[in-house]
């Protein structure tokens, strides 16, 4: 057996298999005394069944896969370490973390959740809709700073099953998104051109950073590390980068972003220079992504093919990000009252939402949104650099109790629709489907705390009982 700091290098190195990295995994976690026998004492329980819990969760951990310093299995060592209950892999157009993600998750003893977040079209469903809703959903930014009329989704809860349809049908979307930032690329060059930077080497800079050749996917934030490793080449860090962004870059700096891009000493500075250009700098030589957002109900329809769960990822008014990537912006807050049926309309059942990022008077008011049109509530909180924390206290709030049962609810869902679609939380054939989702997601969350996601019988055990309770 290696040593500890041995299989932590593995588990971390987005170059190794994922076969390897969860060789490692399993490893540390027995050194580290975090796997499932040393927490049963070998009796093959559930290691979650006997943790005394956090009711802290994260269902939107993006990985190496789309941009994030962590490997499915060191975003799982993260969640665990930190505490959490339950931790889920959403990547940009991408589920070639899903497998690593749910091994590694029963590797530790937690639950997990999988999926992907992409962005989508409105165009083409606003016209079956009146002319105000038509402009409404495509006139208008509504969670997504960069464009108007196309918005962020999650598809979440996939189960393992789904692997290679979903993986066809994100396929053009990744080739598609590819070539789009291989333009910026070349509109990046231009203006460090102009400033006398080393210029971009596509295939070597972001291409090859990138795990776009085992299903992941090149994201602007690949673009953007590489013009901040081309700043960084030629202007020290410190106040002398901060100085140098605000003369030639022209940007405006906030308080939190001036002190850290300051600090010469940041172990982060790559990642905080892509978010302080994210949110004041992308837009220079952003392309709207037109040709890789395919029709928002040709992915509803894939997810209730698959016997997923479509989300839509409610952003609200910005005032200052959290990650220093989004500047403060007006988004669907002044019109959320006629949004939401529309959602429903458009066929999404549930709405995700980060607790950390809104205030308690946005997320009150979603609430009650959500519970008046019957939708399910979806937590996480977007990780995708190294300064953010995994655990999210708001969800330990009376307010916040509720995305708990969810999450489990979501646990239960991907484990039981993995052995029969029938069983998916929103599909029609499920023999609960007629009970209002209150009620399914309560029966589901028991089921979710209860399950040993290592063990085949008990998964049977649980679908056979679910089908036995609800029969006519």
Known sequence: MRDIHDAERVVADPGAAAEARLAALADLARLAGMSRGSETGGSGNTATALRVRSGESNNHIHTCYSFSPYTPASAALAARRAGLDVA????????????????????????????????????????????????????????????????????QGVPAGAQVEVDAFLLPIRRARLARTRRMAQRANELLSSLSLPTIDFERDILAASKFADGGTVTERHLLAAVSRSILSEVAPGPILTAWLEEKLSLVLSASQRRILSDASNPYLIYDLLGTLKAGFLDRIFIQP????????????????????????????????????????????????????????????????????????????LQGLCARYGFMEISGVDINQPRQSFNCPELRMPEFRHLDDATWAMVAHEALSSLDRRLGLFSSDNPAARAPISERIAEYAKVGRELDLSDPYSLKMQAQHLFEEHRP
Not at 125 to 135: G, I, L, M, N
Not at 303 to 315: C, D, H, K, T
């Open 290 to 365: 037109r040709e890789e957002c395919v029709d928002v109900r040709a992915v509803i329809d894939l997810a209730a093919r698959v016997g997923a769960i479509p989300a839509y990822a409610y952003l609200g008014d910005v005032a200052e990000s959290p990650t220093g990537d989004k500047k403060a912006e007006k988004f669907e807050d002044d019109i959320l009252d006629e949004l939401i049926p529309v959602l429903r309309e458009l066929g999404f059942p549930a709405i995700t939402y980060m607790p950390p990022r809104n205030t308690k008077a946005q997320l009150i008011r």
């Open 88 to 155: 889920g892999s959403v990547d940009h157009d991408s589920y070639a973390a899903a497998a690593e993600m749910r091994a590694a998750c029963a590797l530790l003893g937690i639950g997990s959740v999988t999926g992907f977040e992409l962005r989508v079209s409105l165009a083409a469903a606003a016209a079956s809709f009146p002319e105000k809703t038509a402009r409404l959903l495509t006139e208008r930014k509504l969670n997504n700073p960069d464009s108007a009329g196309i918005i962020y989704m999650t598809v």
